[in-house]
T-cell receptor, first 114, second 117 residues
Framework: AQSVTQLGSHVSVSEGALVLLRCNYS??????LFWYVQYPNQGLQLLLK??????LVKGINGFEAEFKKSETSFHLTKPSAHMSDAAEYFC????????????FGTGTRLKVLA | NAGVTQTPKFRVLKTGQSMTLLCAQD?????MYWYRQDPGMGLRLIHY???????AKGEVPDGYNVSRLKKQNFLLGLESAAPSQTSVYFC????????????????FGDGTRLSIL
């Protein structure tokens, strides 16, 4: 069965430091993977998605993620954190074939320190 | 382009009252979903629809009903509200997934914050 694990419910980084948000997945078939960002009092917005075209995926706002099949990981990174990156981030994996569902992680809240 | 619009944005109910949450999308998406978001639990799927006139149960369907009479609208109903249904509710929609695999990103509304007293 498909599942997603996000390590660290809260992550703090200094402004200008590297951002690394971890996501590990479990899937019985080649997965489709997504990262979403949620700002306070808003819905989720797509940051980037992996659909098997390239293992390094670039998204909006300077974020990127690398698909590593051997590690079953899809970690999100950004070289230099900005105050505006403070938000909650969700990793999601496509559900089992034919179910039309998505499986979401429990989220990681990113805090950026001045 | 409005995208996904949820109505209302906030609501307070008393235990036992009923209400309907409305979700409308203007992107001609086939698929629509209702989730609830609770602290530390991520998003949990309540019900979803893969087309007009069709609905299916998700992970936490008890206490909720849905209808999709028009392609652009997806309604979530609470027949008899309970305090355990206090949550933030999100509607999402997506394009048709080829081969039945969810390979299209979802588009989310801004949520409905519901409190049950």
């Amino acid at each position: 069965a498909q599942s997603v694990t996000q390590l660290g419910s809260h992550v703090s980084v200094s402004e200008g430091a590297l951002v690394l948000l971890r996501c590990n997945y479990s899937s019985s078939v080649p997965p489709y993977l997504f990262w979403y960002v949620q700002y306070p009092n808003q819905g989720l917005q797509l940051l980037l998605k992996y659909t098997s075209a390239a293992t390094l995926v670039k998204g909006i706002n300077g974020f990127e993620a690398e698909f590593k099949k051997s590690e079953t990981s899809f970690h999100l990174t950004k070289p230099s954190a900005h105050m505006s990156d403070a938000a909650e981030y969700f990793c999601a994996v496509s559900g089992p074939s034919g179910t039309y569902k998505y499986i979401f992680g429990t989220g990681t809240r990113l805090k950026v320190l001045a | 382009n409005a995208g996904v619009t949820q109505t209302p944005k906030f609501r307070v109910l008393k235990t036992g009252q009923s209400m309907t949450l409305l979700c409308a999308q203007d992107m001609n998406h086939e698929y629509m979903y209702w989730y609830r978001q609770d602290p530390g639990m991520g998003l949990r799927l309540i019900h979803y629809s893969v087309g007009e006139g069709t609905t299916a149960k998700g992970e936490v369907p008890d206490g909720y009903n849905v209808s999709r009479l028009k392609k652009q609208n997806f309604l979530l109903g609470l027949e008899s509200a309970a305090p355990s249904q206090t949550s933030v509710y999100f509607c999402a929609s997506s394009y048709h997934n080829r081969g039945g695999v969810s390979n299209q990103p979802q588009h989310f509304g801004d949520g409905t914050r519901l409190s049950i007293l």
